[in-house]
């Protein structure tokens, strides 16, 4: 599968974004889906992920912040981001799973397809 991220922008510390990710290919649906981000000098980290289930991830720094969810008849990946802060800042990047995946192989890293990114910027 293809994905192509957009919704990146410079905002705000305390403001909102919302990313999208639009995947083409067969298997969309049935595939873990997930948010990665990268800051300098930093590690990649799972920041949110989806199962086709409707079951989510995230991690520790985003609870109740973030929201991911999916629109599987459109093929797209959403991550709604609130309240964002000075940290959040980073190359977030789309990536999927695989077919009949579940959130666990995005956990470990072994995603099967990567979008090229978009940009986050938050100023504090």
């Known amino acids: 599968v293809q994905l192509v991220e957009s919704g990146g922008g410079l905002v705000q510390a305390g403001g909102s974004l919302r990313l999208s990710c639009a995947a083409s290919g067969s298997y969309f649906s049935t595939s873990a889906m997930g948010w990665y981000r990268q800051a300098p000098g930093l590690e990649r980290e799972l920041v949110a992920a989806?199962?086709?289930?409707?079951?989510?991830y995230y991690a520790d720094s985003v609870k109740g912040r973030f929201t991911i969810s999916r629109d599987n008849a459109e093929n797209t990946l959403l991550l709604q981001m609130n309240s964002l802060k000075f940290e959040n800042t980073a190359m977030y990047y789309c990536?999927?799973?695989?077919?009949?995946?579940?959130?666990?192989?995005?956990?470990?890293?072994?995603?099967?397809?990567w979008g090229q990114g978009t940009q986050v910027t938050v100023s504090s």
């Open positions: 990536a999927a799973g695989g077919p009949n995946t579940d959130y666990d192989v995005l956990l470990h890293g072994l995603t099967d397809s």
């Open positions: 989806i199962e086709s289930s409707g079951n989510t």
